[in-house]
């Protein structure tokens, strides 16, 4: 029970193209985990098929021991896509309302995961006219309704100042604490170190991964996007 995500020689196609290549991955429970590399690398593809919206070509994924897109895993995994959608013309309590009716097991309240996500003074506030940081939280809040216990976030702090970004990385901070998985993507090397351990991927492969002490450790450079820019090299 100690992993959350285990992929197995993963190969996916879209279209014509190959995406990923015998991709294989383990994530443990509990930790955050930065998935990392460059735009096209596979990221979102990778994301999508661990949620079990992605066809798979061959190979294995499990998410907390069951098969990827187990109808069992559908409340306990948040995802926030890439574009994270909020229902602009809905208050922010009224989205949380919509996504709690659509699962017969809610952990929390929405009012209590407005709370958690510093949000409970904009309640009754409509999602379009928040602010960037806020309608970034209430995408975060719809991931959390249901009984997750794993988050997938696709490039979560995108368009944030870095303000808000190491706002948002304190809330990641504070799920994980709570038993939390996070895995959350990014092609912003800074917030890496933010992350316990990292996956970097490339051109639908696994690069590197590990601690971002230990990227260091391999690759003899001080700044992320020199350890990066090193391990690319070395490839
Ligand atoms: N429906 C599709 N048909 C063909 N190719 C696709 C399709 N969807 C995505 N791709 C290709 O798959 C590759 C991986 O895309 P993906 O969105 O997973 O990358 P990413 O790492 O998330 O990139 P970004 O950082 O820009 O979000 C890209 O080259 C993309 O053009
Ligand atoms: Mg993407």
Sequence with gaps: MSTAIECLQLNIRRGKNQILHDLSLQVPRGVIMGLLGPSGSG????????????????????????????????????????????????????????????????????????????????????AGSLSGGERARLALATTLVGSPQLLILDEPTVGLDPVLRVQLWELFHKLAAQGKTLLVSSHVMDEADSCQTLILLRDGRVLAEGTPAQLREKTGESRMDDVFISLIGAA
Excluded: W
Aim: charged share 20%; aromatic share 6%.
């Design 43 to 126: 990221k979102t593809t990778l994301m999508r098929a661990i949620v079990g919206l992605q066809k798979i070509e061959s190979g294995e994924i499990h998410v907390l021991d069951l098969p990827a897109a187990s109808k069992g895993l559908r409340h306990m995994i948040g995802y926030s896509t890439q574009s994270a959608s909020v229902y602009s013309d809905l208050t922010c309590l009224q989205n949380l309302q919509y996504f709690a009716a659509l699962y017969s097991v809610n952990e929390k309240t929405p009012e209590e995961i407005l709370a958690d996500v510093d949000l409970i003074k904009n309640k009754h506030q409509l």
